[in-house]
């Protein structure tokens, strides 16, 4: 079985300055792994995925985020955020093979401050 | 292109009512779930769907049934509402090896 960890539930950080939020996973097979972000309101947008080759993934608004599997991490980082930013960041894992099953974390709201 | 279309958006029900809440996918993706999402508790399965007659139990089975007859749709039942199913349920969709697809959501209430 896998496990999702977000230790943040809540992340204040003012415009323009840099932010990462945590994730961490429990898993004893291979894995896929997502950032999905929910605006208020508003169902979930995949943000970014790492299904295999590069450890390092990027949006197109500037996000990325790392595969790090001796650490059994996929840290979302920005280096610069933006008002537009503010919302609830969800990561989620899921097995290589077979049941397409996703487990969540239980999200991390991020709140850019002016 | 529609993507994951879910109806109703808002519902409000009395305790013991039935209701279905509808699905439906126009990617011709073979997985599809439900989720509810509740505060500080992230998005948890309810059941799923690897294809038209497969389904299984997820995480939070109990109180909701569903059914497959069609790739294209998947239709959420509350057998029998409770105030612990007032939740938002997020139904989605993905191909073999692809992200999932989420709609937009229902607000459901249970009175």
């Known amino acids: 079985a896998q496990s999702v960890t977000q230790l943040d539930s809540q992340v204040p950080v003012f415009e323009e300055a840099p932010v990462e939020l945590r994730c961490n996973y429990s898993?004893?097979?291979?894995?896929?792994l997502f950032w999905y972000v929910q605006y208020p309101n508003q169902g979930l947008q995949l943000l970014l995925k790492?299904?295999?080759?590069?450890?390092l993934v990027e949006s197109i608004n500037g996000f990325e985020a790392e595969f790090n599997k001796s650490q059994t991490s996929f840290h979302l980082r920005k280096p610069s955020v933006h008002i537009s930013d503010t919302a609830e960041y969800f990561c989620?894992?899921?097995?290589?093979?077979?049941?397409?099953?996703?487990?969540f974390g239980t999200g991390t709201r991020l709140k850019v401050l002016a | 292109n529609a993507g994951v279309t879910q109806t109703p958006k808002f519902q409000v029900l009395k305790t013991g009512q039935s209701m279905t809440l509808q699905c439906a996918q126009d990617?011709?993706?073979?997985?599809m779930s439900w989720y509810r999402q509740d505060p500080g508790m992230g998005l948890r399965l309810i059941h799923y769907?690897?294809?038209?007659?497969?389904?299984d139990q997820g995480e939070v089975p109990n109180g909701y049934n569903v059914s497959r007859s069609t790739t294209e749709d998947f239709p959420l039942r509350l057998l029998s509402a409770a105030p612990s199913q007032t939740s938002v349920y997020f139904c989605?969709?993905?191909?073999?090896?692809?992200?999932?697809?989420f709609g937009d959501g229902t607000r459901l209430s249970i009175l």
């Open positions: 990617m011709n993706h073979e997985y």
């Open positions: 790492y299904l295999s080759g590069s450890t």
């Open positions: 769907s690897v294809g038209a007659g497969i389904t």
């Open positions: 989605a969709s993905a191909a073999s090896g692809q992200p999932q697809h």
């Open positions: 989620a894992v899921s097995e290589t093979s077979g049941t397409y099953k996703y487990i």
């Open positions: 898993s004893s097979v291979s894995v896929y």
